[in-house]
């Protein structure tokens, strides 16, 4: 089973890296970043305080999720431009850090892979906790200021500075909080993607792939 782990901070390159290695290897694409925005999108949409972590956990288990490159359906409904809004943007953080919704998110990350035969999955913890045993676990990093730069450039009704303090803040809270915080695993590639063009990133991930390291 071929499994391939993208891990790193908000704007560090993780989606165009993995889509584009998915599509170079044959391989299925899973973005478990929008899992925990549409469980927040849920809550949100049922009145429910993301905060109240045994409320939002409650409605887990049941809640429909369908995530794809084509686009994210939560129960019915779809939440592909609502997801990546400033609403669910600034409540997602402490839906991650609730270790119910982590635990049912995990066992569909593993599921989704098993139903697949492999796959490649961007996150925080996908190297660390999903798949320790993945095939390839990458790092992404890049300076604060590239990664708030290119977050900027996704959202275009907000400006730079907005965009930046709450990229610090949610990289402060993914890398502090208890379940599963944000960090690389002992054997991860790290690759600084600061000066980096998406093919050089691809290339040199691939190489890594081909070489079995
Ligand atoms: O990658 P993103 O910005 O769409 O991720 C949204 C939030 O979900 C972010 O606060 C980190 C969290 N997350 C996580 O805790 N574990 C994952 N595997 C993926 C994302």
Redesign the pocket.
């Known amino acids: 089973m071929r499994v391939i782990a993208i891990?790193g901070p908000?704007g560090s390159g993780?989606?165009t890296v993995a889509k584009a290695l998915a599509a170079r290897l044959g391989l299925d694409y899973l973005?478990?970043?929008?899992?925990?925005?549409a469980v927040t999108f849920a809550a949100l949409r049922r009145g429910i305080d993301p905060s109240e972590a045994e409320q939002v956990a409650r409605i887990v288990p049941d809640l429909a999720l369908d995530v794809s490159p084509a686009g994210v359906v939560v129960d019915g409904v779809d939440a592909t431009i609502e997801i990546r809004g400033p609403e669910v943007?600034r409540a997602?953080?402490v839906?991650?850090?609730n270790t119910g919704v982590?635990s049912e998110?995990v066992r569909r990350?593993r599921a989704w892979v098993q139903a697949r035969g492999g796959g490649v999955l961007?996150?925080?913890?996908?190297g660390t906790v999903?798949f320790p045993d993945a095939e390839l676990k990458v790092y992404l990093t890049a300076d604060p200021e590239v990664r708030a730069q290119r977050r900027s450039k996704e959202v275009a009704d907000l400006d730079y500075e907005t965009v930046a303090a709450d990229l610090a803040r949610?990289d402060a809270?993914?890398q502090g909080?208890a379940a599963?915080p944000?960090t690389e695993a002992v054997d991860a590639f790290v690759v600084d993607t600061t000066g980096l063009s998406v093919e050089d990133i691809i290339d040199a991930i691939a190489g890594r792939v081909a070489s079995g390291a």
Do not use: C, F, P
């Open positions: 891990d908000a993780k989606s973005d478990t970043g929008a899992m925990y925005r943007s997602v953080s839906v991650a850090a982590r998110m990350q961007e996150g925080r913890d996908i999903v949610r809270y993914d909080r599963s944000l």
